[in-house]
């Protein structure tokens, strides 16, 4: 029997391996209306306090609070938007709106709900204010020069809006990654293809470019490889010099047309070439000319699996997430699974979160790595340790979440 050469490591031990050899990518600079979702590459700090004026956070009237008096005439209104020259004196007020800057002598607004006419251009308070009331100080929501972004922030929809706030039109983010994917196997067709006797529909490689989309990464779909060396060695030649990483699926066994092992071997260095996980055994992990290169296994789930271990965690890296791995959490298996002990078994499940607190999960199937259907509605990867093959109904296990959690209804009271 041929040996493989590459020794079967723990996956704790591939993924720090990974992680050693991968690099967040070089800063880019862009615009901050297509920064959504990208990652910070530095510190932002407000050049301006906001509000930089006093202002009204309410419809109302500016008053002096100070002043005694039930009625005020109203020598005035100021709008949003510009700065005004009338100023509140005692037996006075001035009409203001929401965001309008506070007129000169002005110390609180009362709103309007609280006042009702009286006369012709005169108001009475309901209510005595307080010094501040329903204003906005100078600084209230930003002081200048304060830290408003730091480096690492995953930038949403209220950093988006904060940055126009301080008005930071440009921002250094770092890129996503662009990752290079192909497939490889001369018995692959396109899904449009009818399949011919030997053949099957490549659905790895639509899989991993969606997996490469959702995990934050730019997809380069880079086509199917026949097995010929020099078809995958010109393939892999052109990803390298275009793409940050390069993900491949099949050619990485022991067979003669598994020509991914030998051509990363000769070209760059294998990091490892085995895993003692089930599926995916023989995922690969190498660098060529410091590009990370994954080699996954050409069964859909080995490769969907191995991705979601191995090749997630680096990709958010290189993007410049700090915050790399899936939730885990701890539930109880709803019925008995066992599995082949010589491995760490990564089963299909579906977790449900009961209104006691518990979690619960059943796995989805059958767990073959050919039925990609094991995927379809999972929500999560049930860690199954090698040397215990039985795991009775009511075990606790951790779980890797890869999608939500949904809650288990309580039935209505009738």
């Known amino acids: 029997m041929r040996e493989s050469p590459y020794p079967m490591i723990s996956v704790e031990a591939a993924i720090e391996t990974i992680l050693q050899h991968v690099r967040p990518l070089t800063p880019v600079t862009i615009n901050f209306t297509d920064a959504l979702g990208f990652v910070l590459a530095e510190d932002i700090d407000a050049s301006e306090a906001m509000p930089p004026f006093a202002a009204s956070a309410v419809d109302g009237y500016a008053v002096i609070a100070a002043d005694p008096s039930p009625v005020r005439r109203v020598i005035g209104a100021q709008p949003a938007g510009s700065m005004g020259t009338l100023t509140v004196t005692p037996g006075s007020a001035v009409h203001v709106m929401t965001g309008a800057p506070l007129p000169a002598g002005a110390d609180a607004v009362v709103m309007i709900e609280h006042t009702s006419p009286e006369g012709d251009s005169s108001i009475r308070l309901h209510v005595q204010p307080a010094a501040g009331d329903n204003v906005r100080p100078i600084g209230q929501d930003l002081a200048a020069g304060q830290r408003v972004l730091s ?171 700090t915050h790399l791995y899936r939730p885990r959490q701890r539930v109880i298996i709803e019925h008995a699974i066992r599995h082949e002990p010589d491995r760490v078994e990564f089963q299909r499940a579906v977790v449900r979160r009961h209104p006691d607190g518990r979690y619960t999960a059943h796995t989805t199937g059958y767990q073959g790595s050919g039925r990609l259907l094991s995927m379809v509605g999972a929500n999560a990867l049930l860690v199954l340790p090698a040397e215990q093959e039985t795991f009775p109904a009511g075990s606790e296990l951790e779980a890797w979440l890869i999608a939500p959690v949904r809650d288990v209804e309580t039935p209505a009271n009738n």
């Open 151 to 321: 480096h690492g922030t995953v930038l949403g929809a209220a950093e988006i809006g904060l940055l126009a706030t301080i008005g930071r039109t440009h921002v250094s983010v770092y890129p996503r990654p662009r990752v290079a994917v192909l497939s490889t196997g001369d018995e692959l067709v396109d899904p449009h293809e009818q399949p011919r006797p030997g053949q099957i529909r490549d659905s790895n490689r639509y899989s991993l470019l969606s997996a490469v989309r959702e995990a934050g990464g730019q997809p380069l779909d880079w086509g199917r490889i026949p097995d010929r060396a020099e078809a995958v060695q010109e393939a892999l030649e052109s990803a390298l010099r275009q793409a940050d990483a390069v993900l491949t699926s099949g050619g990485v066994s022991m067979g003669e047309l598994d020509l991914i092992k030998p051509y990363l071997a000769a070209r760059g260095t294998i990091h490892f070439g085995r895993v003692r996980a089930r599926p995916g055994k023989p995922v690969t992990f190498a660098t060529v000319d410091g590009i990370p290169v994954f080699a996954m296994p050409g069964f859909p789930v080995s490769a969907l699996v191995s991705f979601e271990v191995y090749v997630r965690p680096a990709l958010l890296k290189m993007a410049g997430h």
